[in-house]
């Protein structure tokens, strides 16, 4: 194998690396920075008191799945999860509601855990997805490729015509030799 063969197979290996590890790391849309978020969607482990009576636990097996959504009922208890990251509990949440024959129930959700989130509403701007990378890398090489090749034509026509400006210029002066 040639030098210049090498160094052409060393130069696109380096760049693919690069691409793909670059798009690798932006693949993910959680952001850890700001955890839950309004719209998302997320796996919680807690235990649930109504008026101080232990009603429902859920755990990591059978976690309670919430939608973080301003316009749902429990919207207390939705809005103490924004903010939190994956893995982080809080020790209670806690709120009145009072029902519609006028008696007032108190809430209470303890050890409350996030899991994970099923549906992250980050927008896409975090990140192209993994097809989208592998697209990416194919235009770049795309590119790259057309690239050499204009060279390499510009190359070979520069070269073809002033190949025969040299050969009409050495006929001429081959001839003018001649003459004298």
Not at 24 to 34: P, W
Not at 70 to 99: A, C, H, R
């Amino acid at each position: 194998m040639s030098k210049t063969t090498r160094t052409r197979i060393l130069t696109f290996t380096f760049i693919f690396t690069i691409l793909f590890l670059s798009s690798i790391i932006h693949v993910t849309a959680y952001d850890k920075k700001l955890g839950v978020e309004w719209g998302d969607r997320v796996e919680v482990a807690c235990e649930r008191y109504i008026d101080g009576k232990l009603k429902t636990v859920y755990t990591e097996n059978s976690p309670l799945e919430v939608a973080i959504d301003e316009d749902i009922t429990n919207y207390n208890f939705v809005s103490e999860l924004v903010g939190m990251k994956v893995g982080e509990t809080k020790p209670s949440i806690s709120w009145y509601v009072t029902q519609t024959n006028g008696s007032v129930s108190y809430f209470e959700y303890k050890n409350v855990k996030i899991l994970k989130i099923t549906l992250d509403a980050t927008p896409d701007h975090t990140g192209p997805t993994a097809g989208n990378v592998l697209l990416i890398i194919l235009k770049v090489i795309l590119g790259i490729a057309l690239a050499f090749l204009l060279f390499y034509l510009i190359y070979k026509l520069w070269k073809r015509f002033m190949i025969k400006k040299c050969v009409k210029c050495r006929k001429n002066k081959a001839i003018k030799k001649l003459q004298n």
